[in-house]
């Protein structure tokens, strides 16, 4: 495990009593809405978030409203 992922063992910081996992920590929001749900609302507005394309949703936006939006 050690080769695969460099986790030699658990943090140092455990041993400290004054901190408490996962309280002692805010949230990063720039992981939590960047590297997650605006990529994942991406995909739905764009229609490749579900695997199957049974049903139109009216919140997809078409190819030609993405490039006048400029992506």
Known sequence: MIK?????GFSEL???KTILFPWSFSTDIMHLFFENAVPQMFSHWSG???KNNLSSNDYELSKSQWESIGV
């Open 4 to 8: 695969e992922t460099g986790i030699k």
């Open 14 to 16: 455990l041993k400290l």
């Open 48 to 50: 490749k978030f579900f």
